[in-house]
């Protein structure tokens, strides 16, 4: 399952959808396709804060405010947690990075959707 947590200026996303064979997962190429159209954004506009790419794991913060941009991944992803529930799990709560992991969450690391 593909874990989503959004903040005002933070995307964080962890886990593979399963719904596919890697390679071929198009809940995960969607999920991922999102998240790399806001990288591609803040990286136009020089506004990335922090960013972290790996498989399984991607997480980026802008540096300032894009309430545009992160309102369409927050929608998008939205539609793809309700159309496919058991593979995509959004939460959006505002939280703060603290030592490595997120609080609030689990911090767990694994999967991917920058994978697929």
């Known amino acids: ?9 933070r995307l964080r996303i962890l886990g593979h959808a399963g719904y596919g064979r890697r390679g071929e997962d198009i809940v995960c190429a969607a999920v991922s396709a999102l998240a790399y159209a806001l990288i591609g954004v803040l990286q136009e506009q020089e506004k990335i804060r922090e960013l972290t790419v790996r498989p399984g794991y991607i997480e980026v ?5 894009f309430p545009g941009a992160m ?7 939205g539609q793809l ?19 490595g992991t997120l609080a609030g969450g689990d911090g767990a690391g694994g999967g991917g959707a920058a994978g697929g």
């Open 1 to 9: 399952m593909i874990r989503v947590r959004m903040g005002p200026d």
């Open 71 to 77: 309102e369409l991944v927050r929608c998008g992803i």
């Open 81 to 99: 947690a309700h159309q496919y529930p058991q593979y995509v799990m959004m939460e959006e709560k505002e939280y703060e990075r603290t030592a």
């Open 61 to 65: 913060a802008a540096a300032g405010s």
